[in-house]
């Protein structure tokens, strides 16, 4: 077996799969297809792992979910692919005693296939219900207020059961025994409608309605799970440019939701990986690649590839596609990167934009948005944990200190530490936002009275001017506890090693926008070597300075001017990017160092060759740029760039500069993007070369690019290296948190 082959299968199974026969099923299943490894039951289900050819894995996994005993309850499922560690056979471990049992609250599961029956089944009295759910299904985290998770603690409170809900709460045998949300037309929430001023429009058929407006092109604000969608016709151009300018994102891609798996299919192309996660439990919002001619306006995702698809996950999300018989734009209810809406007053003066409003008298308690997952290279790599996997507990394997982490100021999730676990928050977005700040408090406020919980250690970025830094200062302050502070790719790094279970030292290759550096530069093409204890900055990309370095994150032509600067360029590619004006400003700027910073940020790198390439010079979101630069190369590499390797004060510098100024000779923009990715994981392989160390961790939110992932793993394998990615943690800052715990925690043990 090639060393290359990850062809070990972690699959954790969460839910009630134990005294079911779950155990023996996945001993017979793994037995009939010749697979090696073992099953045991974890606190939280039954943890699997496997060790056969991807093929056999691949079927098992599928297999694992399809034909599992029809009293086994799956509420949730997560896999990924690891080297494989030698199993001979396979074999039940016997039970550990899990230790002491923490009250965890679930996240929201998706409609079961028995409740989705129900509702299509006019003799039943959930039929067209749109909140009927069960032990197996419906919402958990979205409407707790308090652990435990009984009915009292839910925003279920205020409804009463009818005689006929209340026989089935309190029979064992039926399948809402104690289902906490449960419900029905008789006695629980129902939909309303209205206009745009609040004025409630009275009409028999909600749904009917709904998506009569949303097919004649309307926009719907639809009060969900988590919080608000806004809904519009996913064909009607009209609407969707209506609605691109309103909100108002130019270029961010809009979500789809989709009726049905046929339907999705018809408009891009799935793999079994992808259909796994697409129909399971979380049902995230996957990212497929569009067929061609699948007729669906570009507007939805311009210049992309790919198609953010989801399927409905609760009832009411169900029955209204099935009226619309199409996929529908289903966008987070919020501007730009505020979070989500969670409530109707806030949604009527927040969403003006929306025509109409479909919406229940259930009531949120907390936000909670999609959640959004890739395939790449045959594994999974989550790009937004929220709702279906959050506040899912992370074991340690360890006994933890109390930390509070507050991570980054962008994608942020904050995480907490209890004994033996970690607990990530679900997604909160960007502080600068005044709304998202104040979720972010909200959160931590939230987690502290859920789990009754407070902190012995606070966490946070190293960045001084980061809110979730102050933030934590203050809280170390009032609260007399022991602040830390982490390197930003330090945590990226240790999330990293985390999620794959390394000890010991490693080399981290961390690349991404940017993190706050030890020297109090930008960082962002980083190689640091060492544990989750410490670090070592052994090599990184040659800096360039960035004039006006905020809005340099929005202006790749900013970053451009620097890099052509620092490589010595020729002035015209400046000419056809800046006004002679524009030019001579921040040529000034850059001379005199007013508001400039030093970078070695690989994110700007790929905004400024993004730039120079013409594919992209400004942005109306963080990672457009780098994102259109990734889609030109169409997949492929080229002949890379010649570049340097130098040395200064012991750290290896590797130097773009040549590669730069090859770039220039030619100015075909997909040539450019194969040759300049090719350059970078040549670039990436000396300098794990040079480092030495055996195993190679990349983190940051430089490797969400496919293609770049891809190719520096296959690069570090035929080295001999043993690398590292991640699957279900964010490569991006919302794994930050996550990473800043670990580092705390092992500080903290001295
Ligand atoms: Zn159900
Ligand atoms: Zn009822
Ligand atoms: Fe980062």
């Known amino acids: 077996m090639s060393k290359d082959a990850a062809n070990r299968l972690i699959c954790r199974i969460g839910g009630a799969v134990q005294g079911v026969g779950f155990r023996p099923f996945v001993y017979r299943l793994a037995t009939e297809l010749g697979i090696r490894g073992r099953v045991s039951n974890s606190t939280a289900g039954v943890d699997v792992e496997a060790e056969a050819g991807r093929r056999t894995l691949d079927e098992f996994l599928k297999r694992l979910r399809a034909d599992a005993p029809p009293a086994a309850r799956i509420l949730s499922f997560e896999f990924s692919f690891h080297q494989p560690a030698g199993f001979q056979d396979f074999r039940i471990d016997p039970s550990e005693d899990g230790g002491e049992k923490t009250a965890m609250p679930m996240a929201d599961i998706a409609t079961c296939p028995q409740c989705l029956s129900e509702i299509h089944d006019p003799a039943t009295r959930r039929f067209a219900y749109p909140f ?105 151009l009209a609407a969707l440019a209506r609605l691109r300018q309103q909100k108002p994102r130019e270029y961010k891609p809009f979500a789809l939701m989709f009726p049905d798996m046929e339907a999705v299919k018809l408009h891009c192309f799935v793999d079994g990986l992808e259909e796994l996660l697409l129909t399971g439990p979380e049902a995230p919002i996957v990212l497929l690649k569009k067929r061609p001619g699948s007729g669906l306006p570009d507007i939805i995702a311009p210049g992309n590839p790919l198609l953010g698809c989801m399927l409905p996950y609760t009832p009411l999300h169900v029955l209204l596609l099935e009226r619309l018989g199409g996929p529908v734009v289903a966008t987070s209810g919020n501007l730009a990167d505020e979070p989500i809406c969670i409530d109707e007053h806030e949604a009527l003066s927040r969403l003006p934009f929306a025509d109409f409003f479909l919406l229940h008298d259930r009531p949120i308690v907390r936000h909670a948005d999609d959640s959004v997952a890739r395939v790449v290279d045959a594994q999974v790599m989550m790009l937004r944990r929220a709702r279906g996997y959050a506040p899912r507990s992370l074991p340690a394997g360890r006994s933890l200190p109390r930390v509070l982490a507050t991570g980054g100021d962008l994608k942020n999730v904050i995480a907490i530490s209890r004994h033996d676990d970690i607990v990530m928050s679900q997604h909160i977005g960007d502080l600068e936002a005044a709304e998202a700040f104040d979720a972010f408090q909200r959160v931590i406020a939230d987690f502290r009275k859920l789990f009754s919980w407070t902190p012995a250690v606070v966490a946070a970025d190293m960045h001084p001017g980061y809110f979730s830094s102050r933030f934590a200062r203050d809280v170390a302050q009032q609260e007399g506890i022991a602040l830390l502070e982490v390197q930003h790719h330090h945590a990226h790094m240790a999330a990293c090693m985390f999620e794959n279970g390394l000890e010991g030292d490693v080399l981290a290759v961390t690349w991404d926008g940017t993190g706050y550096g030890t020297d109090g530069t930008i960082w962002g093409g980083e190689f640091l070597a060492g544990s989750y204890k410490s670090f070592k900055r052994v090599a990184h990309l040659h800096p360039f300075t960035l004039a006006g370095a905020d809005a340099a994150v929005r202006e790749g032509r900013r970053s451009a001017l620097g890099v052509l600067l620092e490589a010595g360029a020729p002035q015209s590619p400046l000419d056809e990017m800046f006004s002679p004006d524009e030019l001579s400003g921040m040529r000034s700027m850059i001379a005199t160092g007013f508001n400039t910073a030093r970078t070695t940020s690989a994110g700007r790198l790929f905004d400024a060759v993004s730039a120079i390439a013409g594919i992209c010079r400004s942005s109306t979101c963080e990672g457009q740029a780098a994102m259109m630069l990734e889609f030109a190369a169409r997949g492929e590499l080229g002949e890379p760039y010649p570049f340097e390797l130098y040395e200064q004060d012991g750290v290896r510098v590797l130097d773009w500069r040549p590669a730069v100024a090859a770039m220039l000779a030619g100015r075909d923009a997909c040539l450019i993007s194969r040759r300049f990715h090719a350059t970078l994981v040549e670039m990436i392989r000396s300098a794990a070369r040079s480092a030495g160390m055996p195993r190679v961790v990349l983190s940051g939110g430089v490797f969400q690019n496919a293609l770049l992932l891809a190719r520096t793993r296959r690069a570090l394998l035929q080295d001999g290296f043993e690398v590292y990615t991640h699957q279900w943690i964010p490569t991006n800052d919302g794994g930050i948190a996550l990473g800043q715990i670990l580092v705390a925690a092992h500080r903290q043990a001295g």
Request: glycine share 8%; proline share 10%; charged share 25%.
């Open 132 to 236: 009927t759910n069960c032990t197996q299904c419906g919402p958990r985290f979205t409407i707790m207020t308090d652990i435990p998770y009984d009915r009292p603690n839910t925003s279920m409170r205020a409804y009463d059961l009818c005689p006929a809900c209340a026989a089935e709460y309190e029979n064992p045998r039926d399948r809402r025994f104690h289902a906490q949300p449960l419900a029905c037309p008789a006695c629980g929430p129902r939909l309303s409608y209205c206009s745009r001023s609040g004025e409630p429009i009275d009409c028999p058929d909600v749904l009917g309605r709904a998506a009569e407006d949303i097919r004649s092109g309307a926009v719907v604000a639809l009060k969900g799970l988590g919080g608000f969608h806004v809904m519009a016709d996913a064909r009607n």
